[in-house]
């Protein structure tokens, strides 16, 4: 992997947990010599994220929609800054720069990009690894209700196990590292999910 794009969120709750955690993934990042490829915000956990990359000598690469630059919430402290129209153009183009996708704690928004860049592997668009910093637990019932969909036959177990996840961040890219996605054996449209 030469880069992770990271889904967070622009805020943040205080949690030392969280905040050692993240410096980790800054850590493994950098040592590994990955690009951290993000939203390209200044705030939240996106901001202690880029931060923690750049003050390690790392590179980071923003990606950020005109309107909220506007709002002034653009990191123009990080390696690169790519400013685009409009949130679909944001996550498109993280997309490409990318060889993974790692989702930290976040809102609303962290869990649309997570789960459609999810829906895009899941159709073959795409054979990035994709995985959980679950921290704390924080995705613990987002995890059970993938397991849900499985058991109630929504979502295929091979699907269901394209989704890494782990409390550690040197374990999650470790694990992420080691799989390799074949797009044929996770087509959406197999109906036979048993």
């Not at 794009?5 to 947990?17: I, K, M, S, T, Y």
């Amino acid at each position: 992997m030469k880069s992770i794009c990271v889904f967070c969120g622009a805020n943040f709750n205080g949690d030392p947990v969280l905040k050692q955690s993240v410096e980790q993934l800054a850590e493994i990042m950098v040592s590994r010599d990955i690009t951290l490829v993000y939203g390209g915000g200044k705030v939240g956990v996106m901001g202690i994220l880029a931060d923690a990359v750049m003050g390690r000598g790392g590179k980071v690469i923003g990606v950020i929609p005109q309107f909220l630059m506007d709002k002034e919430v653009g990191h123009t402290g990080i390696t690169e800054l790519r400013i685009v129209e409009n949130m679909h153009q944001r996550k498109q183009l993280m997309n490409d720069l990318c060889d993974a996708i790692i989702m930290l704690p976040g809102g609303f928004g962290t869990l649309e990009e997570f789960f459609e860049v999810l829906t895009w592997l899941q159709l073959g668009l795409h054979n990035h690894p994709v995985g959980i910093l679950n921290t704390n637990g924080f995705y613990d019932n987002l995890l059970k209700q993938m397991d849900v969909m499985v058991e109630q036959r929504y979502l295929k177990p091979t699907n269901r196990a394209l989704v890494i996840s782990s409390a550690d961040p040197v374990e999650l890219i470790s694990l992420m590292d080691k799989i390799e996605i074949k797009p044929d054996e996770v087509w959406f449209m197999d109906r036979n999910l048993t």
